[in-house]
């Protein structure tokens, strides 16, 4: 998320940069960063049509901000929920879509999914969030990206089959920490939110009513380590020096007892569950055995990027947690959520 760790996803921007390049493997990288739906141009949200990604972008606090919209099938019949998705640091929405493969489990359970591009000096290069203690143009420039994320729900549920009232937010990287803090500062509107392998922000974080949250992390995510040690405040926050302190500091949001905690071993990952939480609330943490700075389960995103270890879908896992906290939230069962699968090419 820094950028300092060799071999992090950059989405685009590294995508074109590294060693030489055949012209022709450049363009379709270009081209697979970007999106088809990117390419076709921007179209009112009026347009937006059930089983299809389209084009959109809003004025938010004089900037002109651009995101994705996918909607499910479902979406032809009846108002779906809304799940907010983030990109990592120096990627941008198209690349999120493609890597994370969110769309397909999406259509299976009736989710739409906003993929927003952050903000950047290069048209859609090298893109970031603003998070607060974090990172790059967006912090230096002050940007609003809550602002963004207010806007995108109204637009969204004023013009598309969207409920408003079942909104999420889930991220890569730093677009996890984006997640969490939407989590902190917009808790009235987002039932649950999910940080795939993001630092928790070294901001204060004082929500106005619970929220759950699932955390994923990787055992051999270099980057999330030096992003833990690094994005600290000298005098900063305890729950952002590792995820499992954000697991405790969440669990205490929710009103779960202190310290009440399951966890379930498996070959692909072990999950730490609070217990004894109000009804409706959950907080989890995900540690995929083996895994590197990537989504579990998703696709590389350039051709020397860190491999994602099989076995465990994080798509899958992460709309299974935002459908069961919609419904009344159930202990899950781990078959659902972890199965067979073949390591990304």
Do not use: K
């Amino acid at each position: 998320m820094t950028g300092r760790v060799p071999g992090r996803n950059m989405g685009l921007f590294t995508c074109v940069t590294p060693g030489v390049m055949a012209r022709g493997a450049a363009m379709v990288c270009v081209l697979t960063s970007i999106g088809c739906a990117t390419l076709v141009g921007v179209r009112p949200l009026s347009t937006a049509r059930a089983g299809r990604t389209s084009f959109h972008e809003l004025r938010v606090g004089g900037r002109t901000r651009r995101f994705l919209l996918h909607l499910p099938p479902a979406a032809a019949l009846q108002r779906v929920p809304l799940v907010i998705a983030f990109h990592g640091h120096h990627g941008n929405g198209a690349v999120l879509e493609n890597q994370s493969h969110l769309d397909a489990v999406a259509d299976r359970l009736g989710f739409a999914i906003a993929y927003p591009d952050g903000t950047g000096r290069f048209g859609y290069l090298a893109l970031s969030w603003n998070v607060g203690t974090c990172c790059g143009d967006a912090r230096a420039d002050s940007v609003d990206d809550l602002a963004f994320a207010d806007s995108l729900i109204a637009a969204t549920g004023q013009t598309a089959q969207v409920d408003v009232a079942r909104v999420f937010a889930a991220g890569f990287s730093a677009g996890g920490m984006l997640a969490l803090r939407l989590a902190c500062e917009r808790s009235t509107q987002f039932l649950a939110v999910a940080d795939i392998q993001g630092a928790m922000p070294d901001v204060s974080c004082a929500p106005s009513r619970p929220v759950s949250v699932l955390l994923l992390q990787g055992e051999e995510d270099d980057e999330l380590r030096y992003d833990l040690r690094t994005l600290r405040r000298p005098d900063g926050q305890y729950f952002a020096h590792s995820l499992e302190q954000a697991l405790s500091f969440w669990s205490r949001i929710n009103g779960c007892v202190p310290g009440a905690v399951t966890r379930d071993t498996q070959p692909e990952a072990t999950r730490t569950r609070a217990t004894q939480c109000p009804p409706g609330r959950a907080v989890e943490l995900v540690t995929v055995a083996g895994h590197p700075h990537a989504w579990p389960g998703g696709d590389r995103t350039w051709l020397l990027a860190p491999r994602p270890a099989g076995g465990l879908d994080a798509s899958q896992l992460v709309l299974e947690f935002f459908r069961d906290i919609a419904a009344g939230y159930r202990p899950p069962q781990w078959p659902s959520t972890v199965r067979p699968r073949a390591a990304s090419r």
